[in-house]
């Protein structure tokens, strides 16, 4: 039996997707959600990096859907944590950048993570990192592994 290609993640901050590739299969899309403050690599510029990049960590697994994660911890959701602004919520997969321009990427906490605001999934809305809606998360987060390429393109 023909082993298929490991998964890469190609990221279309134009379209506001994500593309789950097998080779040159598209195997899943799903919507995301890109910084509202542009693209960029500059440290405190809540901005979306683009480029190349792996998979540094995976944060979250067997956590309930809706985990909110502090400093990649979970902790008690209460009320007024939920009415945050932008929530790092049920899994977290931390990037790394593999290109001299965003190589300040791990640095920065970028990640693709789930949020307490998937109403805004599809347009540009977060502080820099790649917001999903936390189901979808949670089915990306089990089909690629620490090491799976990243690009996200503009």
């Not at 985990?67 to 990649?72: A, C, E, G, I, L």
């Not at 945050?84 to 001299?100: A, F, H, K, P, Y």
Request: glycine fraction near 10%; charged fraction near 30%; include cysteine.
């Amino acid at each position: 039996m023909k082993k298929s290609p490991d998964p890469k993640i190609d990221i279309s901050a134009r379209k506001q997707q994500l593309a789950l590739k097998s080779g040159r299969k598209t195997v899943a899309h799903y919507p995301v959600s890109t910084s509202r403050f542009g693209l960029g690599s500059e440290e405190g510029s809540f901005k979306t990096p683009t480029g190349k990049f792996r998979i540094a960590e995976k944060i979250g697994d067997g956590m309930p859907l809706g985990t909110v994660f502090k400093s990649r911890r979970p902790v008690k959701a209460t009320k007024k944590l939920l009415r945050e602004e932008d929530l790092v919520m049920t899994r977290i997969l931390w990037l790394d950048g593999l290109d001299r321009s965003n190589a300040n990427t791990h640095g920065r906490y970028i990640y693709i993570h789930g949020t307490n605001h998937e109403e805004s999934i599809g347009v540009p809305a977060s502080h820099g990192c790649v917001r999903m809606r936390n189901a979808d998360l949670v089915e990306l987060f089990d089909r690629v592994a620490v090491g799976t390429p990243v690009q996200i393109r503009p």
